[in-house]
């Protein structure tokens, strides 16, 4: 069993890279953490519905993947516990502008498969070098249907990290680093309300707010993992303004 992890306090440091700047590389060459692969043991007991209820059609939606990139804290951060890599989007993309999210995107003709897809568009975004993250597994796919996508998360440890930094600005407005400590504080969870009706897990990060598809999906991998820590469900928040805004 996975040892519980102790909830970092409250505003624990989400390392930020800026539109600009650079998040410096951890520790290179550390073993992937046991509960990642209690994960991967874990996911083929579990429906797929039990990570989202939109599935994918039998025919049709375009094939993507995002990584969904686990590894030590930045060179001078705090050596507890393991960071997730997110991006933030630019805040001028026709759809989801603002939305924090995994890095990833739309299959290539020349991609491999789906962990090729997710490693290429991963350095595309972030620089992370792919020969540097060892796959743990891929996760069942998943649809995203206003923008007819089905989604393969690809679970990784980051074995032998780079320095972070914006590649794309016209798709990433900036790279962030987060420790899981900082996930599962009961303080940053809360649950979100969307004026559509849809009702998710949220997850505070400084000023900015995770929540949606990849909120939900990390919220299943932490459950799985056996770090989520009992947080306060019916903490309802209304969805900020600016991630209400789409351009299509």
């Known amino acids: 069993m996975t040892a519980p992890l102790t909830p970092a306090p409250r505003g624990a440091r989400v390392v930020h890279s800026g539109a600009t700047g650079a998040i410096p590389p951890g520790p290179a060459g550390l073993p992937r953490p046991r509960w990642l692969d209690e994960v991967a043991e874990r996911v083929p007991s579990v429906d797929a519905h039990w990570f989202s209820r939109f599935?994918?059609?039998?025919?049709g939606g375009r094939e993507s993947a995002v990584l969904m990139l686990f590894g030590p804290p930045p060179a001078g951060e705090p050596s507890e516990g393991e960071h997730v890599i997110l991006i933030e989007r630019s805040h001028t993309m026709r759809t989801q502008p603002a939305q924090i999210a995994f890095p990833g995107g739309s299959r290539d003709p020349e991609d491999e498969d789906s962990v090729h897809t997710a490693l290429r568009e991963a350095e595309e975004e972030t620089g992370i070098v792919p020969a540097g993250v060892d796959v743990v597994d891929v996760l069942p796919s998943l649809y995203l249907p206003p923008a007819n996508f089905v989604v393969a998360p690809v679970l990784g440890w980051w074995a032998e990290p780079a320095p972070l930094t914006v590649r794309d600005p016209a798709e990433v407005q900036e790279v962030l680093s987060v420790p899981i400590s900082h996930l599962i504080h009961p303080e940053t969870r809360f649950t979100v309300t969307h004026p559509s009706g849809y009702v998710g897990p949220a997850f505070e990060l400084d000023h900015l707010l995770l929540w949606g598809f990849t909120a939900g999906l990390l919220s299943r991998?932490?459950?799985?993992a056996g770090l989520a820590v009992e947080w306060d469900e019916?903490?309802?928040?209304?969805?900020?303004?600016?991630?209400?805004?789409?351009?299509?």
């Open 55 to 59: 599935q994918p059609p039998e025919e």
């Open 221 to 224: 991998v932490l459950d799985l």
């Open 234 to 248: 019916a903490r309802r928040r209304p969805l900020p303004e600016i991630y209400l805004r789409d351009r299509r």
